[in-house]
């Protein structure tokens, strides 16, 4: 199908919708999906729209197509091919359920991704990856060798085309050099439903505290340790009857319901940033 998905924000005005169906019906466009949302506070208009074209085109000439309209309404325009599937690159530590399922839900067809391969400062997952016949990258780590190690990742997202790198309990703090690197292209998973207790042990936090419910963040990469821009966040209800380790099985399964809804968006192009919040579209 010759499908594709334009996103936009703008400051809000009347004739938005009106000039991008025009542009559309001089195409021969055909809508199978729009979502708009214009925000009081920050008035800024923001719009998603699926449409299908009589034959296939190219993404470059649609964008100078639709450049006119875009610069009158002094739009952050994009146009995606809704049928690439973009490449991932998978980074993890020694918590491997977040890899588990995304490479389980892509194996499967539940995710509409490549994953072109998976990084660890460890090697336990390397049996994991070639069972799904995915490259692993071992790039173990230290302070005298971060740097080195962090441009072996950028030399692997820019050989294999990754489009997204997913920090699936990778517990590592990224340099500003490679979170900037990596802006808008990176989504971090963390265990604990932000901004609630950060840092280390968050699970041992919560059972100290007596919480009742437990959750999970996943939002975008930001040289701001966890104040990305939030996607997506789930929680589950918990009681006095679970020690830490229950809890954090419980948040496990939590988190990797989360990472893989902030990836689906991100790849389905729902994504639109609003200031540091997200406007996501389901």
Not at 65 to 79: E, L, R, V, Y
Not at 92 to 110: M, P, W
């Amino acid at each position: 199908m010759n499908d594709y998905i334009l996103t936009l924000s703008c400051p809000d005005r009347i004739g938005i919708v009106h000039s991008v169906t025009g542009w559309l019906m001089g195409l021969h466009g055909n809508i199978i999906d729009a979502q708009q949302f214009g925000d009081l506070e920050t008035e800024r208009f923001f719009l998603r729209v699926h449409f299908v074209l009589p034959k296939a085109a190219d993404v470059a000439e649609l964008d100078a197509s639709f450049a006119s309209t875009a610069n009158k309404f002094d739009m952050q325009a994009h146009i995606y091919d809704a049928q690439r599937k973009a490449r991932l690159l998978i980074l993890v530590s020694r918590q491997g359920h977040c890899l588990n399922d995304l490479l389980f839900r892509t194996h499967s067809g539940q995710l509409p991704v490549e994953i072109a391969g998976v990084v660890s400062n460890h090697q336990d997952y390397a049996a994991m990856a070639q069972a799904y016949g995915i490259p692993f990258h071992h790039l173990p780590v230290n302070a005298e060798t971060r740097d080195a190690q962090e441009q072996q990742i950028l030399d692997i997202v820019a050989r294999e085309r990754v489009d997204l790198v997913v920090l699936a309990r990778y517990m590592q703090i990224l340099s500003n050099r490679l979170c900037q690197a990596l802006s808008g292209k990176a989504i971090n998973i963390h265990h604990s439903f932000l901004p609630s207790f950060k840092g280390a042990r968050p699970y041992h936090q919560a059972h100290a505290r007596g919480v009742k419910i437990i959750g999970a963040t996943a939002h975008y990469v930001t040289a701001d340790l966890d104040e990305g821009p939030i996607i997506e966040q789930d929680i589950e209800r918990v009681d006095h009857a679970l020690g830490a380790h229950e809890l954090a099985q419980v948040g496990s399964d939590v988190e990797s319901l989360v990472l893989a809804r902030a990836v689906r968006s991100h790849v389905e192009h729902r994504i639109l940033l609003n200031g540091q919040r997200t406007v996501v579209f389901r």
